[in-house]
């Protein structure tokens, strides 16, 4: 009886998705932050597409550490983020052939909304040469920024291989919404974004270790429908991603994944958004006094981070970024793969702040970066301005 009901629900639930693009709705709770959660949506499409356009489409995607202002209120977007094998610098010197979503690693951040609803497309390109040269027109600031900030010098390779996209915001059916697809096949899907977090996207081809390992990343931030309750004290927002790389020269001079250190969790490089030099290069800026709200994901593959910035302190975090699991006064913050965090400090005084993955194997490996507050000092590894 139970077992012909549930089933008979699970064919309605598919049914009612496939006949209208509405989401059945979840009967709803008085509890905030989420009072209607939309569960499940309408069956993906895989179709052929003839699209060689911008790889990234979307008003709210942005290139880490940038995170895209948001109009109040809740709206759908339309976003697009194909596949791309792209080789890219990750340290100085080290250049490999990295699958990505968008073009980058990690691939674009995109902010939407609690109670928001994102309906996506992605074209697997890998097989295709995708030049981002120059911005394109009406794409998403996340390309013009490409153009003119990363560090990781990308030219176009091709890599035919399947690819699949997992939204970890979204609550679908993953063996339909996150199913991998051929080299020029596009999938189309829709989900909503029923949490407040900093949530990571990845690729779902297995082995997912190799797909992630080799660039496949990035991060939805749902902004909380009502906000934060210190959003009126916050001065600047960054977003900071931190990723291993577990690659080897070969004997042309080239790097590749090595998967066996992948699978001994011997990571070569570790970086915050990309780049070893990423946030060294290019520091995070404030002033003496004010608030800096950063949204940090600790991607893995492998590793747990202990997120920690020299010289202050975490007075309020939310961890994952839902405003329900506020913490106060802490010195680090441990993110096991996957896990996510919205961090606020106040940076007190003139001066340079380093802030690292506290276990410092993977700080020495290239997880460290800096906000430079006021006119430092010049001290090791600066510059004078
Ligand atoms: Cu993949």
Redesign the pocket.
């Known amino acids: 009886m139970y077992e012909s009901r549930a089933a008979a629900l699970a064919v309605s639930l598919l049914l009612a998705g496939a006949a209208a693009p509405v989401f059945a709705q979840a009967a709803s709770s008085s509890r905030p932050p989420s009072p209607a959660a939309v569960l499940g949506g309408p069956v993906a499409e895989v179709v052929e597409e003839a699209w060689d356009g911008p790889p990234v489409v979307g008003d709210y995607l942005t290139l880490a550490p940038a995170l895209a202002p948001l109009p109040p209120g809740n709206r759908t977007h339309d976003v697009r983020i194909d596949v791309v094998a792209r080789e890219l610098e990750i340290a100085p010197g080290v250049r490999y052939k990295a ?1 990505t979503f968008g073009g980058t690693v990690p691939g674009p951040v995109l902010h939407v909304r609690e109670g928001d609803r994102v309906r996506f497309t992605m074209k697997n390109r890998s097989a295709e040469l995708v030049a981002i040269d120059e911005p394109a027109p009406d794409s998403s600031p996340f390309l013009r920024q490409v153009v003119e900030k990363s560090l990781q010098k990308g030219a176009p390779v091709a890599v035919p ?1 399947p ?2 996209m997992d939204f970890h915001a979204g609550m679908v059916a993953p063996n339909d919404k996150w199913r991998p697809i051929q080299p020029g096949e596009t999938i189309r899907f829709e989900w909503a974004a029923n949490y407040p977090g900093v949530y990571l996207y990845h ?1 779902s ?1 297995a082995p997912v270790l190799q ?1 992630v390992a080799m660039g ?1 990343y990035g991060v939805v931030v749902v902004s909380p429908r009502e906000g934060y309750p210190s959003d009126a004290e916050v001065d600047h927002e960054f977003v900071i991603l931190q990723s291993e790389f577990y690659l080897v020269e070969n004997e042309e001079g080239g790097w590749v994944l090595d998967f066996a250190a992948a699978m001994a969790k011997r990571p070569s490089q570790v970086t915050f958004n990309g780049h070893t030099r990423a946030m060294i290069d290019a520091p995070l800026e404030a002033s003496p006094g004010e608030r800096v709200r950063l949204y940090v994901h600790n991607v893995g593959p492998n590793d747990t981070s202990s997120f920690h910035v020299i010289g202050t302190i975490l007075d309020r975090v939310y961890y994952e970024g839902n405003p329900l699991n506020e913490l106060r006064g802490m010195q680090t913050v441990l993110l096991g793969a996957s896990n996510g965090a919205v961090v606020e400090f106040v940076v007190p005084e003139e001066g340079d702040y380093p802030f690292v993955d506290h276990e410092f194997a993977d700080a020495t490996r290239g997880a460290i970066g800096r906000i430079k507050v006021g006119r430092p000092r010049v001290g090791p590894d600066q510059e004078a301005h």
């Open positions: 699958w291989m690819h699949g690729c081809q797909h496949q």
